[in-house]
């Protein structure tokens, strides 16, 4: 048990987070060199930046969508990603993991708000897995990874919170914090494949649609020929 978690600690970390890294720096490569691409060609260079700092912002701090068609479920999953962001940068622990190994530190959660925060996401983890079950409209439009992806993203929570917190023996301690890191490591990976790559890359999706989304030159007449608009005053 000791050497798997040595294993896990050391050369695995190292590797599944160099593999989260590199896959997440290539989606964000090929997303500007897109929308580059599509703003060398487009017609009009004007760019709306108010408009698309306004989005982004909105996506950032999401209070609005609180309030939209679906309040209870927004809710749950704004207060599920706040936990599933800041306590993996934030907890003490880690950021003294982090300080060790580079010498690079930053500030971090008083232990009460990590403890909080970790309870909250496992619980609005959980209620939002059975909410898309009990919801018909939210279990029509869901995938299976729709399904897997807030089972998955707990475990790491569960067995850190049980190695702060239960009293565990040091066999039980090894044996949870080595599902607590090898969960943490198969997120690393899966991370740039699938969708939850949003977590880190929504900040930066308006941006790119407002310069991606625009007509290229001398679409403009075949655009209104299509729609039989010839003409008519826009």
Request: aromatic share 14%; with cysteine; charged share 15%.
């Amino acid at each position: 048990m000791q050497t798997l978690l040595e294993l896990a600690q050391g050369p695995l970390f190292r590797l599944t987070f160099a593999i989260m890294a590199l896959g997440l720096l290539r989606i964000f490569i090929l997303d500007i060199w897109g929308a580059i691409e599509a703003y060398r060609k487009a017609g009009d260079k004007n760019i709306p930046w108010k408009q698309a700092i306004k989005k982004t912002l909105g996506w950032l701090f999401p209070v609005r969508k609180a309030f939209g068609s679906r309040p209870v479920y927004s809710l749950l999953s704004i207060l599920f990603h706040t936990g599933l962001i800041l306590v993996p940068i934030f907890l003490f622990a880690h950021v003294e993991l982090w300080k060790s190994g580079t010498g690079l530190g930053w500030i971090t959660l008083p232990k009460s708000w990590a403890d909080y925060l970790t309870l909250s996401t496992i619980i609005f983890g959980l209620a939002l897995f059975f909410g898309r079950i009990a919801v018909r409209a939210a279990s029509f439009l869901s995938r299976k990874q729709d399904y897997l992806w807030p089972l998955i993203l707990i475990v790491p929570f569960i067995t850190g919170y049980i190695c702060a917190h239960a009293g565990v023996t040091p066999a039980g301690y090894r044996f949870y914090m080595l599902i607590h890191i090898l969960s943490a490591e198969l997120i690393f990976v899966l991370l740039p494949f699938t969708k939850i790559a949003h977590c880190v890359l929504m900040p930066l999706s308006q941006l790119v649609a407002t310069l991606a989304w625009r007509f290229p030159p001398d679409t403009d007449e075949p655009v209104a020929i299509s729609l039989n608009k010839k003409g008519v005053p826009v």
